[in-house]
């Protein structure tokens, strides 16, 4: 079951704000931060300029959200470096509020998200 219509707006706005306050305007020719709604899964990915390939864009999961509607709330996965989702830290990937978990991933107090 994709997220409602007025959760999915909500969800866009804030995933929005967090990718346009997270990569400075000034660094946006160099770093993008986007987001990619499917179903009840948020998957936040970052992008680059590939190296020795002047206009393409190499894209990296950071993280992904998925929503459980009938216990209505967030979970958390991170990406390994072989871009496999993995369950992120029991106790902190678990949230009735997105917001909970986006601030999680700006803290990344493990590294695993920002590196």
């Known amino acids: 079951m994709a997220l409602i219509e007025l959760d999915r707006r909500r969800v866009e706005r804030l995933m929005r704000d967090?990718?346009?306050r997270r990569v400075p305007p000034q660094a946006q020719d160099s770093i993008r931060l986007?987001?990619?709604?499917r179903g009840q899964?948020?998957?936040l990915i970052?992008?680059?300029p590939a190296f020795r390939q002047p206009g393409v864009w190499v894209e990296?999961?950071?993280a992904q959200f998925e929503?459980?509607?009938?216990?209505r709330n967030w979970r958390l996965?991170?990406?390994d470096r072989n871009s496999k989702r993995r369950a992120?830290?029991?106790?902190s990937d678990e949230s009735p509020r997105l917001e909970n978990l986006l601030q999680e991933v700006d803290a990344d107090p493990l590294g695993i998200f920002w590196g």
Request: glycine share 8%; hydrophobic share 30%.
């Open 77 to 79: 996965y991170c990406y």
């Open 18 to 20: 967090y990718c346009e």
């Open 88 to 91: 992120y830290l029991e106790g």
């Open 60 to 62: 990296l999961k950071i």
């Open 67 to 71: 929503f459980d509607g009938q216990a």
């Open 34 to 37: 986007d987001f990619v709604i």
């Open 41 to 43: 899964k948020i998957t």
């Open 46 to 48: 970052e992008s680059r």
